[in-house]
């Protein structure tokens, strides 16, 4: 629904232009030029001459100005690192990898020697690592433990427009640190957008821009807004394969579903197109894509590169050769829903900053095109101009425990950039006093303290606290672990059938989670086998992620000195630990098959991939990890339990209604209720007095 003859003509015009490919470039230059090849380099010493006077720099430049790859190579030439470590935070896992691996063959050294990277649950540095990279996140644990980041020199805090929840807490952590620290640099790194701000949020630090150097790019609108996008984009990267002169195509999708979806189906597409057409490489990149999946998007190669990426791919990491950008408007975020108290990820338009960023990706090394499956009016008068920083639209529980447990008593006098709706503020406190985390007064618990040892979230950490307390840790560990990483079970599409039959054999009936145990440990019993993992489906990749995650779990436990213990086959203690976690998300069976959300009312269905919905179990109360919406709200990964594990762990929420003549229990029903009443009640008033002392 493209105005085609606006097309041709640019590709007319494209053509003529002859412009060599990426692949060419690449090839001929060294490393070493291509560096000097930076639109930062050019700016190097001007830079560095103002860091040697100001400790903290906001730095802005087009995305593939240098900035990630740059910035901490030149701290360390300047003799910065003989003093720390040189940190550099992404918002993204991916890009903290990808970058660290391209950095380490620039400095010729081996990934996790003098260069390396630190996400959750794999540490890739070692004893003489000088450079860096890590998510915002494993920098703001390591904040916890040393409080003034001794062993850094400098920080380099990037992406900071993206604005993630870990970037935003670091903000106000780091700003105590370089009010302390006069021998830390820090910088940030912006790609354009709300540098004042930084700048002001810092004390009205200098902003240094470098000079970036871009081309002009046509931009295309749909007539129409498009109903399947994923159609709508593959017939776009058809018509540009056949009518467009050289150059790679990038399409923006929101996750990795739509992300495959494409693949296969432009695969399919271009064979049928004709004989005669070009063969393109169709390459993928989110976040869960395994690390030598995702380098071989900056592989050369002669065929027309089609990249399709998440928004990772809008300023995190930059592929070279671009000339064709395809946005489908939409991107996967997470919103935190405080009625009912979750986070969900869900499909939402971008803002006109995001469009704007992913049309800028077509300009690099030529003049290029974008194509926006939507119309223009849709640009204009539908999406926001920039999108809402994570912290005010996400669950906060993680991050207050954290605080709490720096010692931030008041969370509101806690300098924030944009402090998060008080409701969420409240909502957070109130999840973590139903966990035991907080006492009445809202001071973080003995339990507290232990749950904010362990990078992951709160009903994760007290279920593993809860587990050991009854004795079944070592299992509960095992599940926790196989909840942190994404597909275990492998379902090719021409073996469907069979391995749906391998994976119905792991069910566990009243449970996901003892299912996801139970291939745990049969892949252990059977000595961790590969051969195994190929026999019943199930990716040998993720389960040794798995194996590790329990290994650095088990290691917190040893720090922390608590006990790894096991209660065999009684299984019916590891689902009461996972109640203990997640009694929050429970629901009651309604009718055949249906359930009700026990606190919102909302229906909520099994998935048709739970164990409970194969064997068509359905126990009258189960918890449940988490929810997806899709057309429906659907459960994933749920377990049975049993109503008086819910009253038991959740008084806040639940009561057994016993004969009316069990005086006790009503008294005791009462005094929950009212205790949570004056609890909310207390919450209002600390947060009220905190905005009038501001
Ligand atoms: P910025 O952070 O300013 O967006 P980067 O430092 O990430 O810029 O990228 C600078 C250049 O380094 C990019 O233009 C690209 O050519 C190159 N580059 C970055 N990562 C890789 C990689 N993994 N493989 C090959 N080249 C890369
Ligand atoms: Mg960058």
Redesign the pocket.
């Known amino acids: 629904d493209f105005d085609h003859k606006a097309n041709n003509q640019y590709g007319k015009a494209l053509m003529t232009q002859k412009t060599e490919a990426r692949s060419e470039f690449a090839k001929t230059r060294t490393i070493a030029e291509?560096r000097k090849s930076?639109p930062?380099y050019g700016v190097k010493e001007e830079f560095m001459d103002l860091l040697r006077e100001h400790n903290v720099i906001v730095a802005v430049?087009?995305?593939?100005?240098?900035?990630?790859?740059?910035l901490t190579q030149y701290l360390h030439e300047a003799g910065y690192s003989v003093n720390g470590q040189i940190g550099c935070t992404q918002p993204r896992r991916v890009a903290a990898v990808?970058?660290a691996?391209?950095v380490s063959e620039e400095f010729g050294c081996e990934l996790g020697t003098k260069v390396g990277y630190s996400i959750r649950f794999e540490d890739c540095t070692n004893d003489t690592t000088i450079i860096k990279y890590m998510t915002d996140g494993v920098l703001l644990r390591e904040t916890l433990f040393e409080p003034d980041l001794d062993r850094y020199c400098a920080v380099i805090m990037?992406e900071a427009h993206e604005r993630s929840l870990n970037t935003d807490v670091l903000f106000g952590v780091l700003r105590q640190v370089v009010a302390r620290r006069h021998d830390f640099k820090l910088i940030i790194?912006s790609?354009t957008m709300d540098s004042d701000k930084f700048a002001t949020f810092f004390g009205n630090v200098p902003v240094f821009t470098?000079p970036g150097r871009t081309f002009p790019v046509d931009t295309l609108y749909a007539r129409t807004t498009a109903q399947d996008y994923v159609d709508a984009a593959v017939q776009q990267a058809i018509a540009i394969h056949v009518g467009q002169g050289v150059g790679d195509i990038l399409i923006f999708m929101t996750g990795q579903e739509d992300i495959e979806a494409t693949c296969v189906l432009l695969a399919d597409r271009v064979s049928q197109v004709g004989e005669d057409v070009p063969p393109m490489l169709i390459l993928p990149i989110y976040s869960q894509l395994p690390s030598d999946m995702q380098?071989r998007i900056?592989e050369s190669s002669e065929k027309r590169k089609v990249i399709v990426a998440t928004n990772i791919a809008e300023?995190s990491?930059?592929?070279?050769g671009i000339k064709f950008v395809i946005d489908t408007g939409y991107c996967k975020l997470k919103l935190y829903n405080p009625k009912m108290g979750m986070d969900s990820l869900q499909i939402t338009p971008i803002s006109q900053a995001n469009a704007n960023q992913r049309r800028g990706r077509a300009g690099?090394t030529g003049p290029g095109a974008v194509w926006r499956l939507y119309t223009e009016s849709a640009y204009i008068a539908e999406m926001l101009t920039m999108t809402i920083p994570e912290i005010q639209r996400s669950n906060l529980a993680n991050v207050v425990l954290l605080l709490k447990s720096m010692g931030v008593k008041d969370l509101l006098s806690f300098g924030f950039m944009d402090p998060p709706p008080q409701d969420t503020i409240l909502n957070s406190l109130f999840q973590l006093w139903m966990l035991g985390a907080l006492d009445n007064l809202g001071d973080i618990t003995a339990v507290g303290n232990k749950m904010a040892q362990f990078p992951l979230d709160p009903p994760l950490s007290k279920m593993l606290l809860q587990g050991e307390e009854i004795g079944c840790s070592s299992e509960v560990m095992s599940v926790v672990s196989m909840l942190s990483v994404p597909s275990i079970f492998f379902r090719p599409k021409d073996r469907a059938e069979e391995s749906d039959a391998a994976r119905d054999k792991f069910f566990v009936p009243e449970s996901d989670h003892l299912t996801l145990l139970n291939v745990y440990q049969q892949w252990t019993s059977n000595g961790y086998s590969a051969k195994w993992c190929t026999d019943h489906f199930v990716h040998q990749k993720s389960l040794k992620k798995v194996r590790e995650v329990r290994g650095q779990l088990e290691e917190i436990f040893q720090q922390q000195k608590l006990h790894v213990n096991s209660v065999g086959n009684d299984w019916d203690l590891v689902r009461k630990a996972i109640c203990a976690g997640y009694f929050h998300n429970s629901a009651k069976l309604r009718g055949i098959g249906e359930y009700v959300n026990l606190r919102s009312r909302i229906p909520a269905h099994l998935h048709p991939t739970s164990a409970l919905y194969g064997l068509g179990y359905t126990p009258d109360y189960i918890v449940y990890h988490e929810v997806m919406f899709t057309v429906k709200e659907y459960m994933q990964t749920v377990t049975a339990v049993d109503a008086h594990w819910l009253s038991e762990m959740g008084p806040m929420f639940f009561s057994v209604k016993e004969s009316s003549s069990d005086f006790h229990s009503k008294q005791r029903q009462e005094a929950e209720e009212r205790r949570q009443m004056e609890y909310q009640q207390q919450l209002r008033d600390d947060l009220d007095r905190a905005a009038k002392q501001e």
């Open positions: 291509q930076l930062v430049g087009e995305t593939g100005s240098g900035k990630t790859t740059q990808s970058v691996k391209r990037d790194t790609a470098i380098a900056f300023t990491l930059t592929v070279d690099r």
